[in-house]
């Protein structure tokens, strides 16, 4: 005859806490790869793999209907950014944004290949920016364009040359200028953004001949902003190209 176990003894009861346990491990990882400030393309496909397994085993260790319910809204509103179709964007508001994004970093520590508010480079900054304001606004508005822009720039990193380039046309080419010292500021509008002509480093415009940088170490260390004039800061002095991020155009833009 067989005997009723007090739950404690059942093997469910283990294995239900053994895939509690995994849960708590795998959504730990995430975050520590979230947080880490240094981030690689294997870095970033450990982050969504450990997305897809935290919501799979999440379905399995919370069996309320309210968490089910959250495991499966999350599901739908990620196919939902996935395959609706984008709208036309606020590039004002959208500038405001990102200017206040930009300023939301300064004083951080410059760190190499950094990317948040632990530590960040200059075209991190440039990037993580519009990353920040892309996904506020997508889902201030409802515009899933928005959010996949905000996603596609995270995914794929670049540095200040690439940026100079044109970062796979998400930049559009303005003009070049001898510094920025002398620079004509009737032409920039804010978030505007400026590569040294060698590629080395680049610097995001916020307004009031008013740039924001990640200096690297052997100036300042962290993100600063400089004005124009007063401010004693060598790239200030240095030849450089001026950009546009396309969705900061004048004209209506689509967010993708």
């Keep these: ?11 469910s009861f283990w294995l239900d806490s053994r895939r509690k346990r995994d849960w708590v491990g795998l959504a730990c990882l995430l975050v520590l790869g979230l947080g880490y400030p240094i ?10 793999i450990l997305v897809v397994l935290v919501w799979a085993l999440g379905l399995l260790v919370f069996r309320s209907k309210p968490a089910r319910f959250l495991f499966v809204g999350l599901l739908v509103w990620i196919l939902a950014i996935a395959f609706l179709p984008g709208r036309g964007i606020d590039s004002n508001g959208l500038r405001t944004d990102y200017v206040n994004a930009l300023r939301s970093y300064s004083g951080v520590k410059y760190v190499w290949g950094g990317e ?16 920040d304001a892309t996904f506020r606004q997508g889902v201030l508005t409802s515009n899933p364009g928005l959010i996949r822009q905000s996603f596609s720039i995270w995914w794929h990193d670049c540095s200040a040359e690439r940026l ?12 070049q200028t001898p510094s920025l010292s002398t620079l004509d500021y009737n032409t920039v509008r804010p978030g505007d953004v ?5 590629g080395e480093h680049t610097l995001a ?7 924001i ?14 004005t124009v004039p007063g401010s004693r800061n060598p790239w200030l002095d240095t030849p450089m ?6 969705l900061l155009r004048v004209d209506p833009t689509p967010a993708g």
Aim: charged share 20%; with cysteine; proline share 4%.
């Design 164 to 175: 100079g380039d044109g970062y796979g046309g998400r930049l559009l080419g303005l003009r």
């Design 39 to 48: 981030r690689t393309t294997t870095s970033r496909t450990a982050c969504v």
């Design 241 to 246: 190209r001026i950009l546009r991020w396309r």
């Design 116 to 131: 948040n508010g632990l530590g960040i480079d200059c075209s991190g900054l440039v990037r993580q920016g519009m990353i």
């Design 1 to 11: 005859m067989q005997r009723n176990l007090p739950r404690p003894f059942t093997s």
């Design 213 to 226: 940088e990640a200096d690297p170490g052997d100036y300042a260390g962290r993100v600063i902003q400089v």
């Design 194 to 198: 400026a590569v040294t002509v060698s």
């Design 205 to 211: 415009y916020v307004g009031h001949q008013t740039w």
